[in-house]
């Protein structure tokens, strides 16, 4: 069996858009992609619309939770791609990294349920055949 691709999804709070790639990937993309998340600045909570809407698409993880760039930063990784812009302009310079990537997505965070939903899906239709051309078919 081929070991799994490391990729992080890197945002400032580390509690909606990154949350929701990190728990999309993994449900979608586990057999060959293992995703991590974190925050610039992280938050130190998920955000309860995200989680409620990961949760009923059965993605949620009891693991998932909002965590800062520093505990991640020594992990080789095959792929960092930020989520924001605002992480893309303080993304720190991995000791390990491959490569670094930018895909913004905005963040849905105060707006109203559906908008989540319309953040989801952006992700799983413009992220995930990025990670799966850069990361599964090798």
């Given at each position: 069996m081929k070991q799994k691709k490391e990729v992080l999804i890197l945002c400032t709070g580390n509690s909606c858009r990154s949350i929701m790639a990190e728990a999309l990937i993994n449900a979608k993309?586990?057999?060959c992609v293992h995703a991590q998340?974190?925050?610039v600045k992280a938050s130190g909570k998920?955000?309860?619309?995200a989680q409620a809407l990961l949760e009923e698409k059965g993605y949620w993880r009891e693991?998932?939770?909002?965590?800062?760039?520093?505990?991640?930063?020594?992990?080789?990784?095959?792929?960092?791609i930020t989520v924001c812009d605002a992480a893309k302009?303080?993304?720190p310079m991995f000791p390990k990294?491959?490569?670094?990537m930018h895909i913004g997505f905005e963040d849905p965070s105060g707006k109203a349920l559906e908008?989540?939903?319309k953040t989801l899906?952006?992700?799983?239709?413009a992220l995930l055949p990025i990670i799966v051309k850069e990361l599964c078919e090798h």
């Open positions: 993309l586990s057999e998340s974190s925050g998920v955000n309860p619309n693991e998932y939770h909002s965590k800062v760039i520093e505990t991640v930063l020594e992990s080789a990784f095959d792929l960092v302009e303080t993304c990294a491959v490569k670094t908008e989540y939903e899906t952006l992700i799983e239709d």
